[in-house]
């Protein structure tokens, strides 16, 4: 038996940094990514799919929002979906499943999990599902302890599935909302314990396994990183089961952090690194540079040319943290020429920037700009 | 450069071609009347030169002639050796072309040729400026300085800095400061406030974070309709609860029915409680009648025995009172004896203080008369006195006359005395008795001689001296009159020298003495005030004296008939003390009678009020007799008794059914509380039914709003909303940077620019000077970096805006002509047209003018079109006119 983990869709989840077309597009593959799941399912012969939560991004999405992911997932009428609360879209009066439920806009193969007591998953396999479901955003209280007690068959494959963090695997700040015990799967009996809540795959042990999420969503995702789901074969109840991790996410993100550019060589090297996270598919990278250093005239121009123009219409979103400074000295000058209204505006300016202080940083944009402008009034005239 | 040909067609007022004739180099005037078209010429000129062709603005509509049309406008004109046509036509059929010597441009590329050859600049979407439109003087422009900006003070600076080794890059300036205003006008406005774009973004961001405070509020407001609505189907799952609902019911039967058997108890306990106090009334009214009629016997018992013992009080009573009478009768004739004494007594005393008055009176009759005689003695002398005195004549009146006569005598003396001649004899001693002065011895010592004298000295001779006075005669004269009037008042008074009458006034005035002293003593005799009183004074003491001695003779005659005193006649004294011996006898017997009196009153009284109080007795007993009766015969006491028996024994009866009725009535709640207890169910469950109503209403206003915002999806428009409002700060912050940025970047060009403009303003006040030296002697020029004339030197400093309007309008064209001339000498194309200028200059100055324009005309084009063809004919230059043509011709 094979059962297809996923978790932390987010459906409806908005990127304050993007423009809006690049927000469009990294919203649609939320949805989108439903569908790669589904197939994937169907490739490696899993009749479940189990989402560990946060289906969706907000407790009130729009009824548009609501029912999207449901209709995704009603074009797999083979496949059923198993879903639970999440944090974000905890099983609260007047949330999300109610609604859905009210509406009666759960399709026939989506089964909603919304109390913490075993239900068969598979007849056949006399395999059982233990959710643990949580009803509002936070709690300070275990919800799989249940899970050790909770009856079953003889000999019933036991998987459990929750929304949390594990308690004792190095953060322990985060799992005091939450808390997951990690021994819970030993503890209770679980073939398999499916997890939500880490946004990258994470295997705690082997019985217990953050799927992440499988589209994603932020630059730092914890764990091995997302965009992936794990498919999860069962030889029997006490088996270990077998993991596999498939790729499922369209977008890359990426963080460069402490990039110092001091050189053309520099920048063309950056642009390479970028570039290279997806050669062919540029688009669909989502990268944020912390940039620092010091650059030259001419090698500012190239990298207002190749980052802050090239390379930012080629990805889907180039997010900049900062700015080489203008390195400009006395030689730079000379390229004002000897004299003249310009140069003496330039160095009066480069004055002030070595001055330092409050103005400081003013006076080095307006001399960047100078620059920038005195290479626009040379083209025009030569 | 020089303009060969311009034409005209369909502009303004030219519907038909026009050309100006006779464009030349050097100096030329076109002088026409005014409305001829003049100014049209250089507006079509100016035109040709900046409007692009395809524009439909505001300069195209003023070039629309009025009945129609397209402006055409053609313009011929020599550079460098070759001969160039500008063609522009403007309207539907649009049209530009730009011919330089063999080349032709067309369309846009013969528009950017031309501003590249008039070094133009394009300021705004159809027109260019540049240093040109300084050279082509409109009518009215030639009063103020151009104002140079953008391509016009970059081609000047052009100018300037082609001549000056060291200075460059101001066109390079120019052109950034251009592009760095350009983009600052993004984020701020000329005057530094912030850009419409700006404030656009800014409202954007206050609209933004607006909604998000909006979109927060609606999703607590969201949140606490959920929680709310969660918490009313609770409440009404509990008020619906049917369990509940028959328990409440079940209590509230019950609660029903003890309160109705406690409503029946409480009708039988006042029943019985009505019959105990009616029995209770009846025993007492019973009881009460008894009492009453056993007082009331033994009120009249009483009353007869009182009755009785009165009888015998009266009869004492009544011994009392008449003995009473007789001791007041008693009283009242020892009161009346008493009485009569004291009237003897005190008509003796009368008599007797009578008798004493008449001694008295007659002893002060005495005195009267005595005193009388003494005023009468008194008053005889001073009548002799008085006649005494009127006999003597030299009174005080008369001696002052008499004094005045002696002085008038003296004066008159002294008067000859003065007039006199002195005489002054010293005589030896052995002359004594030889010298004889008017027969007399001559004295010795110094004489005054009044009349002629003789002197005699025996032996020697005799000298008659004759005074020299002339008045001798008068004062001799006045001195007589002076004597005789002194001689004749001495006669008056009978004496004959003054000593006479002194001896006599003072005789006078001892005889007044007496008759003042005789006077003053009458008037103290008889106490009168004035001497004038004392005779009248006199004659009434005289009869007051007679009256008293007539009356006093009268009450003797009177006490000579009174009966004569019995025994020893009795004095004053002795007489008062028998009368008072009297009166306290009298005061002893009314007092006595006052005592008896009283007595006998209060034994009448008290007879009176005992036979009263009997009286009223007397009535009270047959009252409460008759009383008695009426009771007794109404209910005879046996049945009054039997009555009384029977009321005790129903009162004891409903005693008994309280009691019992009290003992259930402690078995069970109280009715109020039971009572309450069903009132407050029945309120319970009405207000449950309310609250069900009035949360079955809320739960669906809830349910409606939560439906509403979920349907609106309010998180993602809340995240949406924030993300929209981080957006919008971002974008504001990064403006920020980038118009503080921008700005400091003009600023600082703009001061360096300036810094720079300063190194070669002294070249170009150089360039103009000549031809101010020419039109203003000795003066020096200052220039700001914009290019304008500021201040004047002459013998003193003076602002150029301080001048009148004629030399302000002369600097301004010598300017003018100063950038064509620096503009000619870069070898750019360059000429200056002036319409209807200097026309304020006086004769003077235009005459200087006219050399200083002929001097310029010499290296470049001037035209000069003016109204006033006689002022400009000096000037000897080329006399253009307007021609009218047939059509539009083309150059070859």
Known sequence: MKIVHTSDWQIGRTFSFVDDDALGALQAERLNVIERIGMLARAQGAAHVLVAGDVYEHETPSGHTLRQPMERMRQFADISWHLIPGNHDAHTPQGVWTRLQRDNAVPANVKLHLASAPVELDGTHNAWLLPAVLQRRHTLSDLTAYMDDAPTPEGALRIGVAHGSVVGFGNEGEAQNNPIAIDRAARAGLAYLALGDWHGFNRINDRTVYAGTPEVDRFGTGGNGGGECVVVAFDGPTAPPRLSTHRTGRFTWCKFENVVLTSSADIHALESRVRAIAPEQPHTILAWLEVSGMLGVEDLALYESLIDHRLHSALACLRLSGAPSLAAGADDLDMLGTSGPVRAAAAALLEQVNAGGAEASVAQEALQRLFLLWGEVRRATS | ?892
Not at chain 2, 284 to 299: F, H
Not at chain 2, 335 to 353: D, E, I, N
Not at chain 2, 612 to 632: G, I, K, M, P, S
Not at chain 2, 831 to 844: G, R, T, W
Request: aromatic share 4%; hydrophobic share 40%; glycine share 4%.
């Open chain 2, 1 to 892: 450069m020089i303009l060969t040909d311009i034409q005209i067609e369909a502009v303004r007022r030219f519907a038909s071609p026009v050309r100006v004739e006779g464009l030349g180099a050097g100096l030329n005037i076109l002088a026409a009347p005014n409305e001829a078209g003049k100014s049209t010429v250089l507006k079509a000129l100016r035109t040709a030169l900046t409007l692009r062709h395809t524009s439909k603005a505001q300069p195209f509509k003023d070039l629309l002639p009025y009945g129609g049309g397209s402006p055409h406008i053609g313009v011929a004109f020599t550079w460098k050796s070759q001969s160039c046509w500008l063609e522009k036509k403007f309207g539907s059929s649009s049209l530009a072309r730009l011919d330089l010597g063999a080349e032709r441009f067309d369309g846009e590329e013969a528009e950017e040729r031309l501003q590249a050859l008039f070094e133009l600049e394009k300021v705004s979407k159809s027109e260019a400026a540049g240093l040109w439109n300084a050279l082509l003087v409109e009518q009215g422009e030639s009063f103020a300085q151009p104002a140079l900006q953008g391509a016009g003070r970059a081609s000047l600076q052009a100018c300037l800095q082609q001549n000056i080794q060291g200075v460059t890059g101001t066109a390079e300036a120019s052109a950034m400061l251009a592009l760095v205003s350009k983009r600052l006008a993004q984020y701020q406005t000329a005057t530094g406030k912030t850009s419409q774009r700006m404030r656009q973004i800014q409202e954007e961001g206050e609209q933004a974070r607006a909604l998000v405070a909006t979109l927060l509020a609606r999703k607590e407001a969201l949140q606490e309709d959920i929680s709310g609505l969660e918490q009313i189907r609770r409440t009404l799952a509990q008020y619906n609860n049917p369990e509940r609902r028959r328990q409440d019911e079940a209590k509230l039967v019950a609660l029903r029915q003890t309160r109705d058997q406690l409503r029946g108890l409480v009708a039988q306990e006042q029943a019985a409680q009505a019959q105990l106090s009616a029995a209770e009334q009846n025993v007492q009214y019973i009881q009460a009648e008894q009492d009453r009629r056993q007082t009331r016997r033994a009120d009249i018992a009483r009353l007869e025995q009182v009755l009785a013992d009165a009888q015998s009080g009266h009869t004492q009573l009544s011994l009392a009172a008449g003995e009473a009478d007789q001791k007041l009768a008693h009283a009242q004739a020892s009161h009346k004896a008493a009485l009569s004494r004291h009237q003897q007594a005190r008509t003796m005393v009368s008599r007797v203080m009578h008798k004493a008055a008449l001694a008295h009176n007659q002893q002060a009759i005495a005195q009267e008369r005595a005193a009388f005689e003494r005023a009468n003695a008194a008053c005889a002398r001073l009548e002799k006195a008085q006649a005494a005195l009127r006999i003597m004549p030299v009174d005080a009146a008369f001696m002052r006359r008499l004094a005045k006569a002696v002085q008038a005598v003296h004066q008159a003396q002294a008067s000859m005395q003065a007039q006199a001649t002195r005489f002054e004899a010293t005589l030896l001693p052995d002359a004594a008795g030889t010298v004889w002065l008017n027969g007399n011895p001559c004295p010795v010592g110094p004489q005054s001689l009044t009349d002629v004298s003789e002197l005699v000295v025996d032996g020697v001779g005799r000298f008659t001296i004759t005074p020299s006075t002339q008045q001798s005669d008068a004062l001799h004269a006045a001195l007589a009159t002076a004597q005789s009037a002194l001689d004749s008042l001495l006669q008056e008074v009978g004496c004959h020298s003054v000593e006479q009458a002194e001896s006599q006034h003072e005789a006078r005035r001892q005889a007044e003495r007496e008759v003042e002293q005789a006077s003053a003593e009458c008037m103290a005799l008889l106490c009168v005030p004035k001497p004038s009183d004392i005779t009248a004074a006199l004659d009434a003491l005289r009869q007051k004296l007679n009256e008293r001695e007539a009356l006093f003779a009268k009450e003797q005659a009177a006490q000579a008939d009174w009966p004569e005193d019995e025994g020893t006649p009795l004095d004053v004294e002795q007489a008062r003390a028998q009368e008072q011996d009297a009166l306290m006898a009298v005061e002893a017997a009314r007092a006595q009678e006052q005592d008896e009196l009283t007595l006998h009153r209060m034994a009448h009284t008290r007879l009176e009020q005992a036979l009263a109080q009997f009286a009223q007795q007397q009535q009270a007993l047959q009252r409460d007799r008759r009383e008695l009766d009426v009771w007794v015969e109404r209910e005879p006491d046996p049945a009054l008794q039997t009555r009384a028996t029977s009321s005790e024994q129903d009162r004891q009866r409903a005693q008994a059914e309280l009691a019992r009725i009290a003992h259930i009535r402690q078995q069970e709640e109280p009715l109020s509380v039971v009572e309450q207890g069903i009132l407050r169910r029945e309120q319970a469950m009405e207000h449950v039914h309310e609250q069900i109503t009035r949360l079955s209403v809320d739960q669906t206003e809830r349910e409606t709003r939560i439906r509403q915002a979920e349907g609106d999806g309010l998180d993602e428009q809340l995240a949406s909303a924030e993300r929209h409002a981080a957006q919008v700060q971002g974008e504001l912050e990064a403006w920020e940077r980038e118009r503080a940025a921008l700005a400091l970047l003009e600023a600082t060009l703009l001061q360096a620019e300036t810094t720079q403009t300063e190194r070669y303003l002294a070249p170009l006040v150089q360039a103009m000077q000549p031809a101010f030296s020419a039109l203003f002697r000795g003066a020096t020029l200052e220039v700001d970096t914009q290019f304008a004339l500021t201040g004047l030197t002459r013998q003193r400093a003076e602002e150029v805006k301080d001048l009148s309007d004629g030399t302000r309008e002369q600097i301004a064209v010598l300017v003018r002509l100063g950038f064509a001339e620096l503009l000619h000498k870069r070898g750019a194309p360059a000429i200056l047209v002036l319409d209807d200028a200097l026309s304020f200059s006086d004769s003077q100055r235009l005459e200087t003018l006219f050399d200083v324009l002929s001097d310029a005309a010499t290296r470049l084009q001037v035209i000069l079109l003016t109204c006033h063809a006689e002022q400009f004919t000096p000037l000897q230059g080329r006399m253009l006119s307007l021609r009218p043509m047939e059509r539009f011709v083309v150059p070859n």
